[in-house]
């Protein structure tokens, strides 16, 4: 951390085939070779927090078999493509605010079947939600999206598709949120939390929305973050 890379070259890490954690962040990284972390298959926790990333490589974690955790909050990734995590099969957390992400490739999240948390919020994200971008993420315990101003949300079974046994944490806050609906959640059947704060033009057009929820108690909707916090710690793995 505080160094001054500006570029990871390909295999820069290769004698260090013991590693399990790499902080990264706040190094002035802007480039990120496509074998730049080869050989680092111990590794559980990579941090690119607070760099200058633009382009993630498809290949750029390839060879990470056992991470566990990635950061790449603050920095300026645009897009994710196809496969980006294919072979993080036990990747948990995925960390990726405030960003400038526009468009989740359908199959950008393909392989993350243990990944439990999963942040997006702070972007630019105006993806199609009958793409269904998170379909692969079966066993995801919570979901992000706050902060995303160009999202438009519309009430759809798809967006939250292979979501519906494992949600419990929904946030939603500062988004395009026009109407939510009794019929919006209900096919979460886990839901226990949803944060859908500062939405300028949104309307409950159930006033009985929240008695339909058979798992979600309404204290525990669009309350505050200190609460969040503390239920997160019991919850997941953070």
């Known amino acids: ?34 074998d730049a972390f080869y050989n680092l298959t111990k590794l559980e926790y990579l941090s690119l927090k607070n760099n200058k990333i633009e382009i993630l490589d ?10 566990k955790k990635i950061d790449l909050s603050f920095n300026f990734i645009q897009n994710l493509k196809a496969d980006q995590f294919m072979r993080s099969k036990n990747l948990e957390i995925l960390l990726i605010k405030c960003n400038r992400l526009k468009s989740i490739d359908k199959n950008a999240f393909k392989g993350l079947n243990n990944l439990l948390q999963l942040d997006l919020s702070g972007n630019d994200l105006c993806f199609d ?26 009430p759809n079974y798809l967006m939250f598709s292979g979501l519906e046994e494992s949600l419990l944490i929904l946030e939603l806050s500062e988004i395009h949120a026009v109407s939510i609906e009794r019929e919006d959640f209900l096919f ?10 500062f939405n300028t033009y949104l309307k409950f ?6 008695y339909t929820l058979r798992n979600l108690d309404q204290e525990c909707f669009a309350c505050y973050d200190n609460f969040l916090f503390n239920y997160l710690k019991r919850i997941l793995k953070t």
């Open 1 to 34: 951390s505080n160094l001054n890379f500006n570029t990871i070259r390909s295999k820069t890490f290769q004698n260090m085939s013991n590693l399990k954690s790499l902080h990264l962040k706040i190094a002035n990284i802007s480039i990120l070779e496509s």
């Open 205 to 210: 057009e159930d006033k009985k929305l929240f």
């Open 129 to 154: 939600s009958s793409e269904e971008p998170f379909k692969h993420l079966v066993k995801l315990q919570y979901l992000s999206l706050k902060r995303n101003p160009l999202l438009i949300y519309l």
């Open 58 to 67: 498809p290949k750029i974690f390839t060879n990470l078999l056992n991470l």
């Open 188 to 197: 979460l059947k886990s839901l226990l939390y949803v944060e859908i704060r």
